[in-house]
């Protein structure tokens, strides 16, 4: 079975520029979350979706946004970019909200220059 | 490949020998605890878990033990192999709609 998977893996951006990250989540599970992890750090949560809808959001500016679509697969998406949005991006899905069967994808590398 | 932690605290232990990770959580209502392995290119991995109403969870290699009165996790990795060398991460949620994470401890294990 596929686990979580994330694309693309790498990217460079330019400050300014929008980008689009995706992740498709485990065969069968319907929420997806997503952090934020910079160099040396723990991942930070940025959103959570389950059937579609916004069930969190962590402490991120507006330019962040995410959605999720009918086969529960996600999308993050990053306006006006800056330097300090140059991290790791991570993708996790579990069955449901409220359960606790977290599963991580591998990433995508964000630079921004 | 290239480091998750720069400037993580960091446990250096010798082949064979067991490893002890500490974290100190925030949130007296987390009501469910992860530790996770991270290594270089890749998402976190689980390793174990345990719930608020248990003090102590064993699996192949690890214990997790959890003081709830000191708000205080720890991951004991029992005779740690160069595989186990990598980014040691606990996590704390409440509900389960949000994890929230350690700053993370770098293991390196010596031959």
């Known amino acids: 079975d596929a686990g979580v998977t994330q694309s693309p893996t790498h990217l460079i951006k330019t400050r300014g520029q929008h980008v689009t990250l995706r992740c498709s989540p485990i065969?069968?599970?319907?929420?997806v979350s997503w952090y934020q992890q910079v160099l040396g750090q723990g991942p930070q949560f940025i959103f959570q979706y389950y059937e579609k809808e916004e069930r969190g959001r962590g402490n991120f500016p507006d330019r962040f946004s995410a959605r999720q679509f009918p086969n529960y697969s996600s999308e993050l998406n990053v306006n006006a970019l800056l330097l300090g949005d140059s991290a790791l991006y991570l993708c996790?899905?579990?069955?449901?909200?409220?359960?606790?069967?977290?599963?991580f994808g591998s990433g995508t590398r964000l630079t921004v220059v | 490949g290239e480091s998750v932690g720069l400037h993580l605290p960091t446990l250096s232990v010798q082949e064979g020998d067991n490893s002890i990770i500490n974290c100190a959580y925030s949130n007296s209502a987390s009501d469910y605890f992860i530790w996770y392995k991270q290594e270089s290119g890749k998402g976190p991995q689980f390793i174990i878990d345990i719930r608020s109403n248990m003090d102590k969870r064993q699996g192949q290699r690890v214990t997790v033990l959890l003081n709830k009165t000191v708000k205080h996790l720890s991951l004991q990795i029992a005779a740690t192999q160069p595989g186990d060398s990598a980014v040691y991460f606990c996590?704390?949620?409440?509900?389960?709609?949000?994890?929230?994470f350690g700053g993370g401890t770098r293991l390196m294990v010596k031959p």
């Open positions: 065969s069968g599970h319907k929420s």
């Open positions: 996590a704390e949620t409440d509900a389960g709609n949000m994890l929230t």
């Open positions: 996790a899905s579990s069955p449901r909200t409220g359960n606790y069967g977290y599963t």
